[in-house]
């Protein structure tokens, strides 16, 4: 059971959200070759590693995305901050 978030209190949202890095990966997806020519789904586009359709600054946006989602449950990001979130 979670609390409803109210629109008044921004500071309840949880600020080591990777949704950033998320954000940045799913529209740099959905510009890439795989995606936009090729026709392909997002999900096949984001297991696909052939640089040829998908530029490695997705791939680098991906591999920062599993990490950011991995710190999450990592205790010393909890009391520090997750460096990757934004």
């Given at each position: 059971?979670?609390?409803?978030?109210?629109?008044?209190?921004p500071w309840?949202?949880?600020?080591?959200?990777?949704?950033?890095?998320?954000?940045?990966?799913?529209?740099?997806?959905?510009?890439?070759?795989?995606?936009?020519?090729?026709?392909?789904?997002?999900?096949?586009?984001?297991?696909?590693?052939?640089?040829?359709?998908?530029?490695?600054?997705?791939?680098?946006?991906?591999?920062?995305?599993?990490?950011?989602?991995?710190?999450?449950?990592?205790?010393?990001?909890r009391?520090?901050?997750?460096?990757?979130?934004?």
């Amino acid at each position: 059971m979670s609390l409803p978030l109210d629109p008044k209190k921004p500071w309840r949202k949880a600020s080591n959200s990777c949704h950033v890095v998320r954000n940045d990966m799913v529209t740099c997806f959905q510009k890439s070759r795989c995606f936009q020519e090729e026709g392909m789904s997002y999900k096949k586009c984001l297991h696909n590693m052939d640089p040829e359709f998908v530029p490695e600054r997705c791939q680098q946006l991906r591999q920062a995305y599993s990490v950011c989602r991995k710190n999450l449950l990592n205790a010393k990001y909890r009391m520090r901050g997750n460096s990757l979130s934004f």
